[in-house]
């Protein structure tokens, strides 16, 4: 197992380990995601960033709830009927 990335500067510790080709591990705090490709690990990775600098009160989240505040497509969208 190669470790590629690790922090303890946040919220909980995350790291990033690489078992071969294409196949990744991400731990967060204590939570293991095994088996996973490099675009799942780095899904993983990224959101396990995100939620530690939020619980860290290094994100603020209130700025794209007000983005997203005004009618969104789905709210102002027509139901039409469907047909049978």
Request: positive net charge; glycine residues 4%; hydrophobic residues 35%.
């Amino acid at each position: 197992m190669r470790k590629c990335w690790h922090t303890d500067e946040l919220a909980f510790p995350i790291k990033l380990d690489q078992q071969g080709v294409d196949r990744f591990t991400v731990t967060y705090g204590r939570q293991i995601k095994t088996g996973l490709t490099y675009n799942d690990a780095a899904r993983e990775l990224g959101a396990a960033i995100m939620h530690a600098l939020a619980c860290d009160d290094r994100l603020n989240n209130a700025e794209r709830k007000r983005r997203l505040s005004p009618p969104s497509f789905w709210a102002t969208r027509q139901q039409t009927p469907r047909r049978s």
